[in-house]
């Protein structure tokens, strides 16, 4: 059985750091692409960040480029996104999902930025 | 970046009636390949987005053959036959052609 549990979420002040990971089970990891993707409270779905199964290509939208890092690690079966400079407009719920087509997805982590 | 525009923003469905849903992108999905790159997903209340079809119209796994995809280029619909009370959620489109992948704001199905 797939599954994708994500953790390390919370409640930060802006301009703080906050690193999500996403475990991975029940599939061969290092053979996949993953995807970080949010929904603000009430909101739409939005696509944040792609890591393709070896790191060799990494995407964000620009909303996070600069500032969010994706990044992989494939002997622990786990997907991070390092969070820099966070706003309160990054207040979401935090969903990772395996490539391709967002199969699969996590429960999600929620990230509050507030003073 | 390719704007997904879903309609209505809500329907509201008498169980075992039908429902459809519409989703037009502002460029065709349509990769060199042959394959159209665009997706369903269903968000029932308080859990995580499902997938329910992809490449226009292909069923995913496990998913009731109650949902139907068409479409083609920029415009298309799902189609929910005999609308149960398990349908309930908000349903939305994306484009996987390129990045950023974008999704559309989201159609919320409900019981009348």
């Known amino acids: 059985e797939v599954q994708l549990v994500e953790s390390g979420g919370g409640l930060v002040k802006p301009g703080s750091s906050l690193k999500l990971s996403c475990v991975a089970s029940?599939?061969?990891?290092?053979?996949?692409?993953m995807h970080w993707i949010r929904q603000a409270p009430k909101k739409g779905l939005e696509w944040i960040a792609l890591?393709?199964?070896?790191?060799?290509?990494?995407y964000y939208a620009d909303s996070v480029k600069g500032r969010f890092t994706i990044s992989r690690d494939n002997s622990k079966n786990t997907l991070y996104l390092e969070m820099n400079s966070l706003r309160s407009e990054d207040t979401a719920m935090y969903y990772c999902?395996?490539?391709?087509?967002?199969?699969?997805w996590g429960q999600g982590v929620m990230v509050t930025v507030s003073s | 970046d390719i704007m997904m525009t879903q309609s209505p923003l809500s329907v509201a469905v008498t169980p075992g009636e039908s429902a459809s849903i519409s989703c037009r992108s502002s460029?065709?999905?349509?990769?060199?390949?042959?394959?159209?790159?665009l997706s369903w997903y269903l968000q029932r209340p308080e859990k995580s987005p499902q997938l329910l079809i992809y490449?226009?119209?292909n069923l995913a796994s496990g998913v009731s053959d109650r949902f139907s995809g068409s479409g083609s280029g920029t415009d298309f619909t799902l189609k929910i036959s005999k609308v149960e009370t398990e349908d309930v959620g908000i349903y939305y489109c994306?484009?996987?052609?390129?990045?950023?992948?974008?999704f559309g704001s989201g159609t919320k199905l409900e019981i009348k």
């Open positions: 029940g599939f061969t990891f290092s053979s996949y692409g």
């Open positions: 460029k065709s999905l349509l990769h060199s390949n042959g394959i159209t790159y």
């Open positions: 994306v484009q996987f052609l390129e990045v950023p992948l974008t």
């Open positions: 890591i393709y199964y070896d790191s060799s290509n990494k």
């Open positions: 490449q226009i119209s």
């Open positions: 999902a395996k490539d391709p087509l967002f199969d699969y």
